[in-house]
């Protein structure tokens, strides 16, 4: 192919909405973009219509596809996660001719285990695969979404102009950087992508107990998250949480009120959950707020539930707008508190899978253009460029100050929700991971007397009791009852 038809800055295959936005952003910042898709008759369409006037070709085959991209050829797929990417792969390489140096974007919602893989095989033919994260919806990929890109690093100062230039900024500084090797960058969305469902499952909790234990209007809800809205809550979820209680249907009701109170949910909530299981993180949080939604699918047994199993009716007396403050730190405390558990997991996975993770910059990726972007994340990513090694975000001097003031609503609304008989799942675990986290003694010593009771699982003796019986540093197991034998277990950690 002669190097006149190579005239694409930029290939992207997949144009559904997500493709279809990137697409159209990067035309906008001044690249040339060829377009391809499975089903190309969707090519023409795009073409003829949104593509219209811009820098943009389409591609009829994978072959074309390729032949239009300028060398390093730089390529990003949108398509769904799973066996697609893995098609398009193959396709790239085994008809599109795709050579060595040449670059692979996945944008999709992949599962980080499956960009590992597909880093290390690619790497092995000379191939740059990248796999990042994308978020901000349809609006953040037209206008600017937050972009996470990891894998083979290699190809980072080849494809940092089209990704920095289409991404969101805040302050001027690019919501996209480098986040790390292999998995890294969909790794980290996924962390995003659970730290969306508490923020979201905080907000809920927040309504109930704004509705069913306040009794206010959904404009009067809707007024109160317009007031957040301006504090230390300002966010994206706050101001769209405030036009949806504000939402009337044509009948002028708030259609809110209408809607099936029954959660779906997409899976990246759930693997982050699952991951912090694998890795024995206690991300609480993130897991209360995905079981919070299988709880709520399951709509019919709660409807039966709801006429057999009684428990208190709401009733508030005192200061309402004292108590809305105490939510509003409730809600606050809670967001601390589970952002530094997804920060303690991100940590903990970077040392497990030997990725260099930069935290201030994952903060900073997510301060604009995507769903969880706030105010709040300004703060978090001031706290890790002040020291990147924070061991805890709750350790540094703004974000404890800010629990502890927080610390008497949060407590009064946890202890209201449980008097009223109104759900906190989230802002009850996070007070509970608090409390535990802060203690120097927790009751686990009597859980591992019971192991080595029944299962002779062995413990170890606190230094400042230890002698030449229960020797320091050693697994010991006691004869509890006089009958048992003295042979313990074989220790190990699952
Ligand atoms: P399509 O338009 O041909 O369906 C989001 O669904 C994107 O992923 C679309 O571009 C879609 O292509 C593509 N996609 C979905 N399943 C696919 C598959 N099995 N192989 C290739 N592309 C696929």
Not at 434 to 453: C, F, S, T, W
Request: glycine share 10%; hydrophobic share 40%.
């Amino acid at each position: 192919m002669s190097s006149e038809t190579a005239v694409g800055d930029f290939g992207l295959i997949g144009l559904a909405v997500m493709g279809q936005n990137l697409i159209l952003n990067a035309a906008d910042h001044g690249f040339t973009v060829v377009a391809f898709n499975r089903t190309v008759s969707k090519v023409d369409r795009f073409l003829e219509n949104e593509a219209k006037g811009k820098s943009i070709v389409g591609a009829h085959s994978i072959k074309e596809f390729c032949s239009k991209l300028k060398k390093p050829r730089r390529m990003m797929m949108l398509v769904m996660a799973g066996k697609p990417v893995d098609d398009f792969i193959e396709l790239l390489l085994n008809e599109g001719g795709i050579e060595e140096g040449d670059i692979i974007i996945d944008g999709g919602n992949s599962h980080y285990p499956d960009t590992n893989r597909r880093t290390q095989y690619l790497a092995a033919k000379g191939i740059r695969f990248v796999g990042t994260g994308v978020s901000g919806g349809e609006e953040g990929a037209r206008y600017g979404p937050s972009i996470m890109p990891g894998g083979n690093a290699e190809a980072w100062p080849y494809i940092k102009d089209v990704l920095q230039g289409i991404s969101a900024k805040s302050d001027g500084e690019a919501c996209c950087q480098w986040v790390g090797d292999e998995g890294a960058g969909h790794y980290v969305k996924m962390v995003h992508n659970g730290i969306e469902y508490g923020d979201m499952q905080l907000i809920c909790e927040a309504y109930d107990i704004m509705k069913r234990g306040l009794g206010l209007s959904n404009k009067e809800m809707g007024d109160i998250f317009s007031q957040w809205n301006k504090g230390v809550l300002d966010s994206f979820l706050i101001e769209i949480t405030r036009d949806i209680l504000y939402f009337n249907d044509e009948d002028g009701s708030p259609l809110l009120e209408k809607i099936m109170d029954s959660a779906g949910q997409k899976g990246t909530g759930k693997w982050t959950a699952i991951n912090a299981l694998d890795l024995g993180m206690p991300v609480t949080l993130i897991g209360e707020s995905v079981f919070s939604r299988c709880l709520s699918s399951l709509k019919q047994e709660r409807g039966r539930a709801s006429k057999l199993l009684s428990g208190p009716t709401p009733n508030f007396t005192g200061d309402k707008q004292k108590f809305i403050d105490d939510l509003e730190q409730a809600l606050y405390a809670s967001k601390i508190i589970s952002y530094a558990q997804g920060f303690m997991l991100m940590q903990n996975a970077a040392k497990e899978y030997k990725w260099k993770l930069n935290k201030p910059e994952i903060a900073l990726m997510w301060r604009g253009g995507c769903i969880i972007r706030s105010v709040f994340l300004k703060d978090i990513t001031t706290a890790y460029r002040n020291n990147p090694e924070l061991e805890n975000l709750l350790f540094d001097d703004f974000f404890n100050k800010a629990i502890h003031n927080a610390q008497e609503g949060w407590r009064n609304v946890v202890a209201k929700g449980a008097l009223w008989g109104l759900p906190t799942p989230c802002f009850s675990t996070a007070l509970s991971f608090y409390d535990g986290y802060r203690a120097e003694n927790l009751p686990a010593n009597l859980l591992q007397a019971q192991r080595d009771y029944f299962g002779a699982h062995t413990f170890k003796i606190k230094p400042e009791f230890a002698n030449e019986k229960y020797p320091e540093g050693k697994d010991i197991h006691v004869n509890w009852t006089g009958r048992g034998g003295n042979v313990s277990a074989s220790t190990y950690n699952a």
